[in-house]
């Protein structure tokens, strides 16, 4: 069959000539099926085979291999040791402690005994066997759990604030995060039939995939909600983000920002992060039209023929701003009302003890780059486990890596109190305002694109600079930095203060002057230089920030008005 001859359910714009390989490779996978399947039973390898790899993606799963030694083993003349990652789907962040002792029993019985929070609010599951996965994914359905679309070009995760303060507002939100996560996922059986190993179902009238036809996504598609004033979602970050407008206490609905994303891709200047638009307000009830008006744009717009232009953000760019909101108002079939006030103070989690409206209390645990297992210095993993049998509310994962320990009635908080202290966890929220407000991508070994350290290596870094901030008294001073292994900016980076991108082993590029409430680009200011290099530089402009900031003043702004980010970078949109 010819690509998509058979498939223009949509408005595809561009001729099919020039699709890109993956389109004809997602038409022809009978809706996800692929031969999965068959390649989980083939025993002479540990990977799967051809394109199974792309469309295991769209099951959430991710086939990598362990970079630590992969060059042993092709001395060794072995295939490389692949394992597979798996990337739970959990709307807002939100899990039950049952959920939370699945995962932990998951983890030590299949997955290297160790859980990793993700900048997106969820799981993975790294170093998993193939002959694991159905155990796996079984496991997660039995807490009712799943994987679907955590990866792929479908919706992904989608991301809610936390705010413990704001109660019924964050259920609000949050329920709307669940109706769209499961609105927007794929429809087809497939999941259902490899992983559960149900019988397929008898094809009805309408089309298996009503949303994506037979081609999904021209690439991801990211949609998160945010309360103001705390912008920890990063908004500006999303493809499609939801801003919570409040009036008298109640939720009235949302502004619109469209076109928001972080990756790019060094010396191609065609790549770009960009920050989101916002282009209206929409009532409450408007939100899954608007997220399917959305969504609709880019699948029949957005570039299918080269992937590294596949994303909303260049769609936006490419169109414009008032084309992209007439088509979306075109398929809204109303005209979006003009954006409503609101602002941002910070994108980082409070840490600690705070009381909702409702009275009930939440305890928000920092996890140093959301890695869970059991330390040397710390039984992380059995900790949460403890905490986990003994809590009767919920747990939520930030977007910035953390957790919280939520929902905790009053009366239990003693308990929980005692055994934070007595298993060592409350230790965890110590540290320098940098430290506190600081996310790593996973990076080496399992990432198959770092080019560098990031996880590994930025609690060393921070150490090393927390010592010229100590030397200048700014040891509490919330600064956020960023450190990712490579430009794709898995943790955000490019709206950090401060901003490591790995180019090669050891060596990083460097930007200064994002927002403190994510709502400001940075810039980058030393190109790919190694660790001595990044430490001159942030000395002097620590040490300038130290005699010169005005009060107040947060580091990434002073470093713009002071001159200390001169150059320009390949970054579109300032909301500020
Ligand atoms: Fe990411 C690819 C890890 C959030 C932009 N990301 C990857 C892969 C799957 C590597 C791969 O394709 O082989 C990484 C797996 C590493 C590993 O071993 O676990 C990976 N991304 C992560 C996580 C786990 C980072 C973390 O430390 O928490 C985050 C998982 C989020 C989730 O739960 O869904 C993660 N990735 C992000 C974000 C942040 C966000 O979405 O808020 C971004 C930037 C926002 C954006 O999408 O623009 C991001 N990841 C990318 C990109 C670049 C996309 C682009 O448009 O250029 C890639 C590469 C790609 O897609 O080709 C990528
Ligand atoms: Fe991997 Fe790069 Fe994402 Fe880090 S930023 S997890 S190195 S893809």
């Excluded at 299949?110 to 990793?116: K, N, S, T, W, Y």
């Excluded at 920050?275 to 029949?300: H, N």
């Excluded at 953390?402 to 003693?414: F, G, H, K, S, T």
């Excluded at 202290?421 to 996310?439: A, F, I, K, P, V």
Aim: charged share 25%.
């Amino acid at each position: 069959m010819t690509l998509l001859e058979t498939d223009r359910s949509h408005d595809i714009s561009q001729p099919l000539e020039r699709l890109s390989a993956d389109e004809t490779m997602k038409a022809n996978s009978n809706q996800l099926r692929g031969t999965i399947a068959a390649g989980l039973e083939a025993e002479l390898t540990a990977a799967v085979p051809g394109d199974d790899i792309k469309l295991m993606k769209f099951h959430g799963l991710y086939q990598q291999d362990d970079r630590d030694i992969r060059d042993e083993r092709r001395r060794q003349k072995l295939e490389p040791a692949y394992r597979f990652m798996a990337r739970v789907r959990l709307p807002g962040g939100v899990l039950s402690p049952a959920q939370w002792l699945k995962l932990d029993a998951l983890a030590r019985a299949h997955a290297g005994e160790a859980l990793r929070l993700t900048t997106r609010q969820t799981f993975q599951l790294h170093h998993v066997h193939k002959k694991d996965l159905r155990p796996v994914m079984q496991g997660l359905h039995d807490v009712l759990l799943d994987t679907k679309a955590a990866c792929g070009d479908d919706a992904r995760g989608v991301m809610a604030s936390i705010n413990p303060e704001l109660s019924a507002l964050h259920a609000e939100v949050y329920t709307l995060a669940r109706a769209v996560s499961d609105h927007a996922i794929p429809k087809t059986g497939a999941y259902r039939e490899i992983w559960y190993g149900e019988e397929r179902e008898q094809p009805g009238d309408g089309p298996e995939e009503p949303l994506y036809g037979r081609t999904y996504m021209p690439r991801k598609f990211k949609i998160g909600f945010v309360i103001p004033p705390v912008n920890d979602i990063d908004v500006y970050a999303q493809d499609l983000g939801f801003i919570a407008i409040v009036e008298n206490g109640r939720l009235t609905g949302f502004n619109v920002a469209v076109g928001g994303g972080m990756g790019r891709t060094d010396q191609a200047p065609k790549t770009y992060p960009r920050l989101a638009s916002v282009i209206g307000f929409i009532p409450k009830d408007k939100v899954i039209e608007t997220c399917d008006a959305v969504m609709a744009v880019q699948r029949d717009y957005g570039d299918r023929a080269d992937r590294s232009r596949a994303r909303f953000k260049y769609t936006v760019d490419d169109k414009g701003l008032d084309w992209i909101r007439a088509a979306i108002e075109d398929r809204l079939g109303f005209i979006l009302a003009p954006a409503r006030a609101y602002a941002f103070t910070s994108n980082g989690d409070t840490l600690g003890w705070q009381r909702g409206e409702d009275g009930r209390e939440h305890f928000t645990l920092r996890i140093q780059n959301g890695r869970v297992k059991n330390f040397e210095a710390l039984a992380l993993l059995d900790g949460i486990r403890t905490i986990a049998e003994n809590h009767r509310g919920q747990f939520r994962v930030t977007p910035n890596q953390n957790l919280v320990i939520a929902n905790i009635a009053p009366e239990d908080r003693p308990q929980i109190e005692a055994l934070l202290t007595t298993l060592g966890l409350d230790r965890l929220n110590g540290g320098s305002g940098l430290r506190r407000n600081s996310m790593a991508c996973v990076a080496l070994p399992t990432c198959g694109l770092a080019m560098a350290e990031s996880e590994r290596y930025l609690p060393t870094l921070i150490g090393k600079i927390e010592d010229i901030l100590d030397a200048h008294g700014l040891a509490d001073e919330p600064i956020t930095i960023r450190m990712t292994g490579c430009p794709n900016g898995c943790a955000r980076p490019y709206i950090a203060e401060i901003a490591l991108t790995g180019r090669a082993p050891g060596k990083y590029n460097l930007y200064l002057g994002g927002g403190f409430a994510g709502q400001r680009l940075n810039k980058m200011v030393l190109e790919n230089v190694a660790e001595p290099a990044i430490l001159d530089l942030l000395g002097g402009v620590i040490a300038d920030f130290a005699s010169k900031r005005l009060p107040g003043e947060h580091f990434g702004d002073f470093a713009i008005r002071a001159g200390h980010v001169a150059e320009v970078t390949e970054g579109r949109h300032f909301n500020d």
